[in-house]
């Protein structure tokens, strides 16, 4: 019997050339996200069929969609801490379905009460699952890869966000604005039960939380069948230092992490604030702007294209040249935003300055999101993510809550572009904050900030 030996499991994944195991892995990570992006931008696209319904004001529209991510928010805070607990994969699986019946269940909904708790337990598994799925895909990715590995998982988002429009279109009008829920449901529970049967357990996990010894040297021989990895081997990460104890918010916050993640939280929080003002007021924008409804649908699946192609611009280039890559399209998104909110611009020239607004925008916040769990060690790796994007909640729920009183307001409709033009400022001070307090870039191999400190 061979005598043990000390596997250094970071060192491996470094060395990796990607093969089927990462490839299936991503599949699987961006279906569900597709799921997850379809969940979530359904509710702007049957707003128009539940208002008429049940005689909703605008507030309560925007109410209606600000509990689901208020859900969203409190599941990132509740399932990161358990990720970091018990696991990546039967966190995301258990969530995954979990938000699968939740969105079948609001196709019954009779009331708007029924309405608004369903979208806030909906929102809960939504917010446990997402941040885990990069979590996980960050931890089988070398660093040179990261930002790419996270963009690409996030496309899946972008496709689904794109299909919530032009399926409500077909289904509402014929079967009711229930269809839609029910799709949803079915197609979100099938991508779970693949999770179930393929989505893998961190191997940096189990190395930091010295847990499952038989699962791990498994996942290690899967990796690379070469290393003949056995149960009584040791399994270190040379690139972390061991975890310490239970997390703890103060670990968000140690070393260069106390000026990372406040610029990462801020800048995120404005991001969204932006995205999901857009996300969820364009349709009944360009609606009250004298659009017909089915345009103002198809214009946010476009939209949703747009924001993806936005954020696979800026991906390599954030992995080779960190944050301030990303700074550059919400710093464009400024005078796109200023001049769609001029009133200057009307019919055909309008759509175009919001397919802009969606690349500028929409892709700042693909950006945002690849860089959200890559300065933190493994140990917290769930924690931290799951944090950033519950905290970058607060903008989500404040975007769509802004929109409906604005417009009850009896201002003009455009102007509301003239005032969000201050989320992308936001943004792009705080990535270059970011670029200043990392470094200008990543190199390859290099650790993350975090295991530095």
Same mark, same amino acid.
């Given at each position: 019997?061979?005598?043990?030996?000390?596997?250094?499991?970071?060192?491996?994944?470094?060395?990796?050339?990607?093969?089927?195991?990462?490839?299936?892995?991503?599949?699987?990570?961006?279906?569900?996200?597709?799921?997850?992006?379809?969940?979530?931008?359904?509710? %702007?696209?049957? =707003? $128009?069929?539940?208002?008429? !319904?049940?005689?909703?004001?605008?507030?309560? +529209? &925007?109410? *209606? @969609?600000?509990?689901?991510?208020?859900?969203?928010?409190?599941?990132?805070?509740?399932?990161?801490?358990?990720?970091?607990?018990?696991?990546?994969?039967?966190?995301?699986?258990?969530?995954?379905?979990?938000?699968?019946?939740?969105?079948?269940?609001?196709?019954?909904?009779?009331?708007?009460?029924?309405?608004?708790?369903?979208?806030?337990?909906?929102?809960?598994?939504?917010?446990?699952?997402?941040?885990?799925?990069?979590?996980?895909?960050?931890?089988?990715?070398?660093?040179?890869?990261?930002?790419?590995?996270?963009?690409?998982?996030?496309?899946?988002?972008?496709?689904?966000?794109?299909?919530?429009?032009?399926?409500? %279109?077909?289904? =509402? $009008?014929?079967?009711?604005? !229930?269809?839609?829920?029910?799709?949803?449901? +079915? &197609?979100? *529970? @099938?991508?779970?039960?693949?999770?179930?049967?393929?989505?893998?357990?961190?191997?940096?996990?189990?190395?930091?939380?010295?847990?499952?010894?038989?699962?791990?040297?498994?996942?290690?021989?899967?990796?690379?069948?070469?290393?003949?990895?056995?149960?009584?081997?040791?399994?270190?990460?040379?690139?972390?230092?061991?975890?310490?104890?239970?997390?703890?918010?103060?670990?968000?916050?140690?070393?260069?992490?106390?000026?990372?993640?406040?610029?990462?939280?801020?800048?995120?929080?404005?991001?969204?604030?932006?995205?999901?003002?857009?996300?969820?007021?364009?349709?009944?924008?360009?609606?009250?702007?004298?659009?017909?409804?089915?345009?103002? =649908?198809?214009?946010?699946?476009?939209?949703?294209?747009?924001?993806?192609?936005?954020?696979?611009?800026?991906?390599?280039?954030?992995?080779?040249?960190?944050?301030?890559?990303?700074?550059?399209?919400?710093?464009?998104?400024?005078?796109?935003?200023?001049?769609?909110?001029?009133?200057?611009?009307?019919?055909?020239?309008?759509?175009?300055?919001?397919?802009?607004?969606?690349?500028?925008?929409?892709?700042?916040?693909?950006?945002?999101?690849?860089?959200?769990?890559?300065?933190?060690?493994?140990?917290?790796?769930?924690?931290?993510?799951?944090?950033?994007?519950?905290?970058?909640?607060?903008?989500?729920?404040?975007?769509?809550?802004?929109?409906?009183?604005?417009?009850?307001?009896?201002?003009?409709?455009?102007?509301?572009?003239?005032?969000?033009?201050?989320?992308?400022?936001?943004?792009?001070?705080?990535?270059?904050?970011?670029?200043?307090?990392?470094?200008?870039?990543?190199?390859?191999?290099?650790?993350?900030?975090?295991?530095?400190?």
């Amino acid at each position: 019997m061979a005598a043990p030996r000390t596997i250094d499991v970071a060192t491996l994944i470094e060395g990796r050339r990607f093969d089927r195991f990462n490839y299936r892995l991503i599949a699987v990570s961006w279906l569900i996200t597709l799921f997850d992006g379809f969940d979530q931008m359904m509710i %702007n696209y049957t =707003a $128009p069929y539940i208002r008429d !319904q049940f005689g909703l004001s605008k507030p309560e +529209i &925007g109410w *209606l @969609v600000s509990w689901g991510l208020a859900g969203m928010m409190a599941g990132g805070f509740g399932f990161s801490w358990l990720a970091d607990r018990i696991g990546r994969r039967p966190t995301v699986v258990g969530t995954a379905f979990g938000f699968g019946i939740l969105t079948f269940a609001t196709g019954f909904a009779q009331t708007y009460p029924q309405l608004v708790a369903l979208r806030f337990l909906d929102g809960l598994a939504i917010g446990g699952m997402l941040p885990l799925a990069w979590a996980l895909n960050i931890e089988f990715a070398p660093a040179r890869m990261r930002a790419t590995v996270v963009t690409v998982v996030m496309l899946g988002f972008s496709f689904g966000s794109a299909l919530a429009g032009p399926l409500t %279109n077909w289904l =509402a $009008p014929a079967y009711g604005w !229930q269809a839609v829920y029910f799709a949803g449901g +079915i &197609g979100t *529970l @099938v991508a779970a039960a693949l999770l179930l049967a393929f989505l893998p357990e961190s191997a940096r996990f189990l190395v930091t939380r010295g847990l499952r010894p038989h699962a791990l040297a498994r996942i290690v021989r899967r990796l690379d069948p070469a290393s003949g990895a056995e149960l009584t081997d040791r399994f270190v990460l040379g690139d972390e230092a061991a975890a310490r104890g239970r997390f703890h918010v103060g670990q968000l916050f140690a070393g260069r992490l106390a000026t990372v993640t406040p610029l990462l939280w801020a800048g995120y929080i404005a991001s969204s604030l932006a995205v999901y003002f857009l996300a969820s007021w364009s349709p009944l924008l360009l609606e009250e702007l004298h659009f017909p409804r089915a345009t103002a =649908a198809w214009m946010g699946a476009i939209n949703g294209v747009i924001g993806a192609i936005g954020g696979l611009l800026i991906m390599r280039f954030t992995d080779r040249r960190g944050p301030g890559a990303i700074a550059v399209l919400p710093l464009l998104a400024i005078p796109t935003l200023l001049l769609a909110g001029s009133g200057k611009v009307t019919g055909s020239a309008f759509l175009f300055v919001q397919m802009l607004n969606a690349l500028f925008v929409s892709g700042g916040h693909y950006g945002v999101h690849s860089i959200a769990g890559i300065f933190y060690p493994s140990a917290i790796r769930a924690s931290g993510a799951g944090w950033a994007t519950s905290i970058a909640k607060l903008g989500a729920v404040l975007g769509p809550l802004a929109g409906g009183y604005l417009l009850a307001s009896g201002m003009p409709v455009v102007r509301s572009y003239t005032l969000l033009a201050v989320c992308p400022v936001l943004l792009g001070l705080c990535l270059l904050g970011l670029a200043r307090a990392t470094g200008r870039r990543v190199e390859d191999g290099a650790l993350p900030v975090a295991a530095r400190a």
